[in-house]
């Protein structure tokens, strides 16, 4: 089969978002217009760490929520499992994942659906994984996306993995961790609602997960080191290339660097790997 380079996907060149006016979309969909792939909190760096932690082979059954343009899934594949589905509710993403290949015998599919109702049999995952997700839901919803990666590894045993934005310290009062908030959704037009490290862990053992590995990192999106890092030199030209030439994608990029500096010392990125504590039936 063809490989999982990103040329790939030049049949279908449509993103996210595209039609809006850059002053309105969500900051991520206007990352990625620019150019950017990796739109996570701890960058590909901490990704690869989730995924080797993750420790998939042939006999796993992935499942990626809310996988979006599909940088993490091309890691993904690059470990051969036996199957990888996406899913996503956006119909472009899903388009762009569904065409989507793998090298072997890996089985690849994309599903339009809710990451809290994804409709995909019980118990049909050995690993599940979600980033830069639960973050941007409010309290419940994180409880429903948690439970349904649980539904998904029923009677499997298996592994589900989060990479997130966190507030740090554990012990930060609620009055500055509503600041933190409020300041994020101005700034990225979407509700962001983080949790401490604490609170991440408590999640997940409120849904029946141990958390068995975790690694926490600097939140240091748009830094110009992580872009490279995240980008390639080149890419990363590219992207800066865009924003000078559009003044309102400029002005939002710097308005959403400018909140993540002010507030980088109570904000990192957060990677957690977990197993079901009980097995259900």
């Known amino acids: 089969m063809a490989s999982t380079d990103p040329s790939a996907l030049q049949k279908n060149n449509s993103l996210p978002g595209d039609g809006l006016d850059a002053a309105r979309m969500p900051g991520h969909w206007l990352l990625a217009r620019l150019g950017m792939r990796v739109l996570r909190p701890g960058g590909v760096k901490l990704t690869r760490w989730m995924l080797d932690n993750l420790a998939l082979g042939p006999d796993d059954r992935v499942v990626e929520l809310a996988a979006g343009l599909g940088a993490t899934a091309r890691l993904t594949l690059a470990r051969h499992p036996g199957s ?19 090298p072997g015998a890996t089985e690849v599919a994309a599903v339009r659906a809710d990451a809290a109702d994804t409709g995909l049999p019980t118990g049909s995952a050995t690993a599940v994984y979600g980033e830069a997700m639960l973050t941007m839901q409010p309290d419940p919803a994180k409880r429903r996306i948690v439970r349904e990666a ?13 990479h997130e934005l966190c507030l740090l ?20 037009h979407v509700g962001a609602r983080p949790l401490t490290p604490h609170g991440w862990v408590a999640l997940l053992a409120a849904e029946d997960f141990t958390v068995t590995t975790r690694r926490r990192t600097p939140m240091a999106l748009l830094e110009p080191r992580r872009l490279i890092a995240d980008e390639g030199f080149g890419q990363a030209m590219r992207i800066a290339g865009r924003a000078l030439r559009d003044p309102v994608a400029r002005h939002r990029v710097l308005e959403m660097r400018r909140v993540f500096r002010r507030h980088r010392a109570h904000l990192g990125a957060i990677s957690l790997i977990a197993t079901p504590t009980s097995h259900t039936t």
């Open 150 to 162: 649980r539904r998904l590894l029923a009677g499997t045993g298996g592994r589900y993995a989060i």
């Open 84 to 102: 990888y589905t996406a899913v996503d509710r956006d119909p472009t993403a899903v388009a762009r994942l569904g065409a989507l290949t793998a």
């Open 169 to 188: 310290p554990d012990e930060l009062d609620r009055e500055h961790a509503e600041a933190i908030t409020k300041d994020l959704g101005e700034a990225i």
